[in-house]
């Protein structure tokens, strides 16, 4: 397997399994603004979009204010984020051999709250969050500020990711991609040059000599 300087994260269903805890408070602003009771089946095809994304798909009155309020609810609900079994093994094994880094959707204050306060900055040498770019995936904004802060070249880095428009990004940032097939919620087609991993304690793979 070819050797990688430098692994980019995803994190809402890659790193963190953030499903339910965005979804089902997504449920409940669907409820207040358009009194329809959708299925949790239905608001999945929202789980790959950027916020303010979703909240100009439901045309809502007030998108910003309907957004805080969606933050809110996030994070109130009860679970949490949660990081998917393995990654802990993943992030110790890789550090000191392979960069490690993030490009993420999330906001910064939701990162700190998801991510950082489980202790695992130690392990991230730079994120890019939403704050960081003015455009965002599919736009391959985020990964080449990722790229520029670490000094690595396109070819010398894979960016891990959970859909399409991950896939997307890295096609349009000349960087290889590689699917968290364990928190894909809707199949895509990729190329032959796609790296499949069906857990996380595969990505071990990308040490092997």
């Not at 050797?3 to 890659?14: H, M, N, P, S």
């Not at 859909?163 to 940032?173: E, G, I, M, P, V």
Request: with cysteine; proline share 3%.
């Amino acid at each position: 397997m070819k050797k990688y300087k430098a692994i980019i994260y995803d994190l809402d269903g890659t790193v963190l399994d953030t499903l339910k805890m965005n979804m089902i408070p997504l449920l409940k602003i669907i409820k207040e603004e358009t009194r329809e009771d959708w299925s949790f089946e239905q608001v999945l095809k929202f789980a790959s979009y950027p916020g303010m994304k979703v909240m100009e798909e439901l045309q809502v009155k007030n998108p910003k204010k309907t957004y805080a309020r969606w933050v809110k609810y996030v994070n109130e609900y009860e679970d949490g984020a949660t990081l998917y079994d393995g990654f802990k093994e993943v992030f110790e094994a890789f550090d000191g051999k392979i960069i490690q880094a993030v490009a993420s959707s999330k906001k910064k204050k939701q990162y700190e709250i998801d991510f950082l306060s489980k202790g695992l900055g130690k392990y991230i040498e730079t994120a890019v969050l939403e704050e960081d770019t003015t455009k965002h995936k599919p736009d391959p904004e985020s990964i080449l500020e990722c790229l520029k802060r670490l000094n690595i070249k396109n070819e010398d880095a894979i960016y891990i990711g959970d859909t399409y428009s991950d896939y997307q990004t890295c096609k349009n940032a000349h960087v290889d991609f590689g699917l968290a097939k364990w928190g894909c919620t809707k199949e895509f087609e990729t190329d032959s040059s796609c790296l499949i991993f069906n857990q996380p304690l595969d990505l071990l793979k990308l040490l092997d000599d």
